[in-house]
């Protein structure tokens, strides 16, 4: 799969990123025709999607990395594209890895189709030894959810930012996920939403009370607990994160 980012400047990007303490939106940037392809593999997705309610903080449908590489392996193919990856490690400044071939957020889509689907207030923690970073897609969006988010809320000495976008599909946001405290506001009746998220780290070990803790998070919010205990058996490992939006 083709990513057509050449032309964007990414040394404006690149200061962008830094200015805003680890973060960048682009409006336009995954190609139109890549776009409806996601769009329709988000589609044919929706009889696995995995639905999760944690009252209070977030309610919504996902479809994890694994149902990902066994049904739509084309997703797991732009997760690994080298111009994506070289990309991004321009923009972050950081040598990025894919996360760890157990981790169910390496790659997911969260879909927001029923009333009052939404996440609460977060940071994507990294249960990892080095930073995590998000990137998110737009595949579709026919409702008013917005991104909510607060830039600088870590930043010693500065002031928070707080700012709100609606990224349609095609467009990207991407940052750090232990600097930016964001939330996806609630969808309303009979709208439809599905943002795909990559995460990539910068060391992809994880110490064993954090993978303990992921874990659990992981089956409680997202997956389901067959989904993330059974998959790799007995060896299975847990995953990365429990928030993402
Ligand atoms: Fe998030």
């Given at each position: 799969m083709r990513v057509s980012i050449d032309t964007l400047d990414r040394k404006r990007l690149r200061e962008q990123f830094v200015d805003q303490g680890a973060f960048v939106y682009v409006d336009?940037?995954?190609p139109g025709e890549l776009t409806a392809r996601l769009a329709e593999s988000a589609r044919a997705l929706l009889p696995a999607v995995n639905r999760n309610y944690l009252p209070g903080h977030k309610q919504g449908g996902s479809v994890s990395r694994h149902t990902i590489d066994r049904l739509a392996p084309h997703i797991a193919e732009l997760y690994r594209s080298r111009v994506l990856v070289e990309w991004l490690e321009a923009i972050t400044g950081d040598k990025l890895l894919p996360s760890p071939?157990?981790?169910?957020?390496a790659y997911a889509l969260y879909y927001y189709?029923?009333?009052?689907?939404h996440i609460g207030w977060h940071y994507d923690t990294s249960y990892y030894e080095g930073r995590r970073y998000t990137l998110l897609i737009g595949v579709i969006d026919d409702s008013s959810c917005r991104l909510d988010y607060e830039l600088?809320?870590?930043?010693?000495g500065a002031s928070p930012v707080a700012d709100s976008i609606q990224y349609p599909p095609g467009a990207i946001v991407l940052f750090d996920g232990d600097k930016l405290r964001h939330r996806i506001t609630p969808s309303k009746a009979g709208e439809m939403r599905v943002s795909l998220t990559f995460e990539y780290v910068t060391d992809a070990r994880m110490r064993p009370w954090r993978r303990f803790v992921s874990n659990m998070k992981d089956a409680i919010a997202y997956f389901g607990f067959r989904q993330v205990f059974n998959v790799?058996?007995?060896k299975g490992r847990p995953s990365a994160g429990p928030d993402t939006a």
């Open positions: 336009r940037f995954v071939q157990d981790d169910p957020h189709t029923r009333e009052g689907d600088h809320t870590r930043t010693p790799f058996g007995a």
